[in-house]
Protein backbone atom coordinates (compact mmCIF):
# COMPACT_ATOMS: atom_id res chain seq x y z
CA UNK A 1 0.00 0.00 0.00
CA UNK A 2 1.65 3.52 -0.80
CA UNK A 3 2.31 5.77 1.89
CA UNK A 4 3.74 8.99 2.90
CA UNK A 5 7.06 9.16 4.24
CA UNK A 6 8.72 11.63 6.32
CA UNK A 7 12.40 12.73 7.05
CA UNK A 8 13.96 13.19 9.60
CA UNK A 9 12.30 10.88 12.39
CA UNK A 10 13.54 13.02 14.74
CA UNK A 11 15.55 16.99 14.47
CA UNK A 12 17.29 19.07 17.59
CA UNK A 13 18.16 22.21 16.80
CA UNK A 14 18.94 25.39 18.79
CA UNK A 15 16.91 27.73 18.88
CA UNK A 16 17.22 30.71 15.79
CA UNK A 17 18.22 28.14 14.07
CA UNK A 18 16.39 27.19 10.76
CA UNK A 19 15.24 23.61 9.76
CA UNK A 20 13.56 21.98 7.01
CA UNK A 21 11.24 19.30 6.83
CA UNK A 22 11.19 16.88 3.86
CA UNK A 23 8.07 14.82 3.35
CA UNK A 24 7.14 12.14 0.07
CA UNK A 25 3.34 12.48 -0.56
CA UNK A 26 1.61 9.37 -1.86
CA UNK A 27 2.33 9.67 -5.67
CA UNK A 28 -0.57 11.04 -7.79
CA UNK A 29 -2.44 12.62 -4.69
CA UNK A 30 -2.90 16.26 -5.60
CA UNK A 31 -3.56 17.72 -2.24
CA UNK A 32 -0.72 18.33 0.58
CA UNK A 33 -0.98 19.51 4.16
CA UNK A 34 1.50 20.09 7.33
CA UNK A 35 -0.01 19.68 10.87
CA UNK A 36 1.79 19.40 14.37
CA UNK A 37 1.49 18.20 18.04
CA UNK A 38 2.75 19.53 20.42
CA UNK A 39 3.06 17.00 23.12
CA UNK A 40 -0.08 15.73 24.82
CA UNK A 41 -2.23 18.04 22.82
CA UNK A 42 -4.50 17.56 19.98
CA UNK A 43 -2.96 17.48 16.45
CA UNK A 44 -3.43 21.06 14.61
CA UNK A 45 -4.05 22.27 11.34
CA UNK A 46 -0.85 24.47 9.56
CA UNK A 47 -1.00 24.72 5.98
CA UNK A 48 -2.83 22.87 2.97
CA UNK A 49 -0.96 23.38 -0.54
CA UNK A 50 -2.67 22.47 -4.22
CA UNK A 51 -1.47 23.63 -7.43
CA UNK A 52 1.75 24.47 -6.28
CA UNK A 53 0.17 27.24 -4.21
CA UNK A 54 -1.15 27.78 -0.41
CA UNK A 55 -4.92 26.77 -0.39
CA UNK A 56 -5.53 28.13 3.37
CA UNK A 57 -3.45 28.03 6.03
CA UNK A 58 -3.89 28.62 10.28
CA UNK A 59 -3.13 31.20 11.96
CA UNK A 60 -0.05 29.25 13.28
CA UNK A 61 1.55 29.29 10.66
CA UNK A 62 3.26 33.07 10.56
CA UNK A 63 6.03 34.68 8.42
CA UNK A 64 8.33 32.01 9.74
CA UNK A 65 6.93 29.28 8.37
CA UNK A 66 7.08 28.56 4.29
CA UNK A 67 6.17 25.30 1.84
CA UNK A 68 7.69 24.28 -0.75
CA UNK A 69 7.03 21.85 -3.71
CA UNK A 70 10.59 21.81 -5.26
CA UNK A 71 10.66 18.87 -7.31
CA UNK A 72 7.56 16.23 -8.70
CA UNK A 73 7.67 14.44 -5.19
CA UNK A 74 8.86 16.15 -2.60
CA UNK A 75 7.19 18.41 0.16
CA UNK A 76 8.70 20.78 2.41
CA UNK A 77 8.42 22.47 5.58
CA UNK A 78 10.37 25.47 6.47
CA UNK A 79 11.11 26.81 9.95
CA UNK A 80 12.89 30.27 9.66
CA UNK A 81 14.06 30.86 12.89
CA UNK A 82 12.85 28.53 15.67
CA UNK A 83 11.59 28.87 18.73
CA UNK A 84 11.08 27.01 21.81
CA UNK A 85 7.73 26.75 21.30
CA UNK A 86 8.17 25.14 17.84
CA UNK A 87 8.60 21.99 19.55
CA UNK A 88 6.29 19.44 18.37
CA UNK A 89 5.51 16.13 16.15
CA UNK A 90 5.02 17.50 12.37
CA UNK A 91 2.67 15.61 10.21
CA UNK A 92 2.03 15.44 6.51
CA UNK A 93 -0.14 14.34 4.57
CA UNK A 94 -2.04 13.88 1.20
CA UNK A 95 -5.13 13.28 -0.33
CA UNK A 96 -6.90 13.75 -3.28
CA UNK A 97 -6.04 10.18 -5.18
CA UNK A 98 -9.05 9.59 -7.87
CA UNK A 99 -11.53 6.90 -6.11
CA UNK A 100 -10.43 7.88 -2.66
CA UNK A 101 -10.34 11.46 -2.84
CA UNK A 102 -11.48 12.64 0.26
CA UNK A 103 -8.96 10.56 2.73
CA UNK A 104 -6.53 12.12 4.37
CA UNK A 105 -3.05 9.85 4.45
CA UNK A 106 -0.52 11.03 7.02
CA UNK A 107 3.10 10.39 7.52
CA UNK A 108 4.84 9.13 10.66
CA UNK A 109 6.05 12.49 11.50
CA UNK A 110 9.03 14.45 12.47
CA UNK A 111 9.68 14.88 16.14
CA UNK A 112 11.26 18.32 16.52
CA UNK A 113 13.27 19.50 19.65
CA UNK A 114 14.29 23.00 19.97
CA UNK A 115 16.65 23.81 22.57
CA UNK B 1 -13.75 26.17 13.19
CA UNK B 2 -15.29 23.22 14.81
CA UNK B 3 -15.13 22.33 17.43
CA UNK B 4 -14.65 18.21 18.29
CA UNK B 5 -15.02 16.61 21.36
CA UNK B 6 -13.93 13.34 22.29
CA UNK B 7 -15.44 11.32 25.01
CA UNK B 8 -14.21 9.69 27.45
CA UNK B 9 -10.60 11.16 27.57
CA UNK B 10 -9.15 7.92 29.19
CA UNK B 11 -10.22 4.47 29.11
CA UNK B 12 -8.73 1.58 30.84
CA UNK B 13 -9.81 -1.86 29.81
CA UNK B 14 -9.05 -5.65 30.66
CA UNK B 15 -7.93 -7.49 27.33
CA UNK B 16 -10.94 -9.23 25.98
CA UNK B 17 -13.29 -6.19 26.84
CA UNK B 18 -15.83 -4.02 24.33
CA UNK B 19 -15.71 -0.53 24.10
CA UNK B 20 -17.19 2.70 22.54
CA UNK B 21 -15.81 5.84 21.79
CA UNK B 22 -17.85 9.01 20.86
CA UNK B 23 -17.07 11.91 18.86
CA UNK B 24 -19.34 14.97 18.88
CA UNK B 25 -19.00 17.87 15.71
CA UNK B 26 -20.56 21.12 16.10
CA UNK B 27 -21.40 21.78 12.59
CA UNK B 28 -22.46 19.31 9.36
CA UNK B 29 -19.01 17.87 7.73
CA UNK B 30 -18.10 16.67 4.58
CA UNK B 31 -15.22 14.24 6.01
CA UNK B 32 -15.03 12.17 8.75
CA UNK B 33 -11.69 9.89 9.43
CA UNK B 34 -11.06 7.98 12.79
CA UNK B 35 -6.65 7.92 13.59
CA UNK B 36 -4.86 5.49 15.94
CA UNK B 37 -1.73 7.32 17.12
CA UNK B 38 -0.05 4.51 18.50
CA UNK B 39 3.10 5.12 21.54
CA UNK B 40 5.76 5.99 18.85
CA UNK B 41 3.52 9.15 17.91
CA UNK B 42 2.48 7.37 14.40
CA UNK B 43 -1.02 8.26 13.16
CA UNK B 44 -2.39 5.47 11.69
CA UNK B 45 -6.05 5.44 9.69
CA UNK B 46 -8.47 3.46 10.85
CA UNK B 47 -11.68 4.96 9.32
CA UNK B 48 -12.90 7.19 5.75
CA UNK B 49 -16.95 7.72 7.67
CA UNK B 50 -18.14 10.84 6.90
CA UNK B 51 -21.69 8.52 7.02
CA UNK B 52 -22.95 5.28 7.49
CA UNK B 53 -21.24 1.65 9.08
CA UNK B 54 -18.28 0.14 8.57
CA UNK B 55 -16.31 -2.86 9.77
CA UNK B 56 -12.79 -3.84 9.57
CA UNK B 57 -12.09 -6.75 11.59
CA UNK B 58 -12.30 -6.38 15.51
CA UNK B 59 -13.19 -2.29 14.66
CA UNK B 60 -16.34 -0.61 13.44
CA UNK B 61 -17.46 2.78 12.93
CA UNK B 62 -20.67 4.50 12.65
CA UNK B 63 -21.30 8.11 11.90
CA UNK B 64 -25.03 9.60 12.07
CA UNK B 65 -24.35 13.04 10.11
CA UNK B 66 -27.72 14.19 11.15
CA UNK B 67 -27.10 14.44 14.11
CA UNK B 68 -22.87 15.23 14.74
CA UNK B 69 -21.79 12.24 16.11
CA UNK B 70 -19.67 9.15 15.26
CA UNK B 71 -19.08 6.41 17.45
CA UNK B 72 -15.64 3.65 16.72
CA UNK B 73 -16.16 0.20 18.36
CA UNK B 74 -13.49 -2.03 19.67
CA UNK B 75 -14.18 -5.75 20.53
CA UNK B 76 -12.20 -7.94 21.86
CA UNK B 77 -9.53 -5.37 22.75
CA UNK B 78 -5.86 -6.36 22.95
CA UNK B 79 -3.15 -4.93 24.24
CA UNK B 80 -1.62 -3.80 20.77
CA UNK B 81 -4.89 -1.38 20.45
CA UNK B 82 -3.48 1.10 23.24
CA UNK B 83 -2.90 4.72 22.37
CA UNK B 84 -4.51 7.68 21.32
CA UNK B 85 -7.70 7.77 19.36
CA UNK B 86 -8.49 11.02 17.36
CA UNK B 87 -11.39 12.12 15.08
CA UNK B 88 -10.87 14.25 12.77
CA UNK B 89 -13.60 16.37 10.69
CA UNK B 90 -13.35 18.81 7.43
CA UNK B 91 -16.10 21.13 6.25
CA UNK B 92 -15.97 21.83 2.50
CA UNK B 93 -16.84 25.46 3.20
CA UNK B 94 -14.09 26.21 5.73
CA UNK B 95 -11.56 24.68 3.24
CA UNK B 96 -10.11 21.36 3.21
CA UNK B 97 -8.33 21.19 6.92
CA UNK B 98 -8.64 18.83 9.30
CA UNK B 99 -10.07 19.64 12.79
CA UNK B 100 -9.11 17.29 15.24
CA UNK B 101 -10.64 16.07 18.23
CA UNK B 102 -8.48 15.93 22.10
CA UNK B 103 -8.60 12.56 21.87
CA UNK B 104 -9.27 9.48 23.82
CA UNK B 105 -6.12 7.96 25.68
CA UNK B 106 -6.89 3.91 25.50
CA UNK B 107 -4.73 1.22 28.04
CA UNK B 108 -5.40 -2.36 27.22
CA UNK B 109 -3.86 -4.32 30.32
CA UNK B 110 -3.46 -8.17 29.94
Known amino acids: EPEVTQTPSHQVTQMGQEVILRCVPI?????FYWYRQILGQKVEFLVS????????KSEIFDDQFSVERPDGSNFTLKIRSTKLEDSAMYFCASSGLAGDFETQYFGPGTRLLVL | GIQVEQSPPDLILQEGANSTLRCNFSDSVNNLQWFHQNPWGQLINLFYIPSGTKQNGRLSATTVATERYSLLYISSSQTTDSGVYFCAVERKSTGNQFYFGTGTSLTVIP
Open chain 1, 49 to 56: FYNNEISE
Open chain 1, 27 to 31: SNHLY
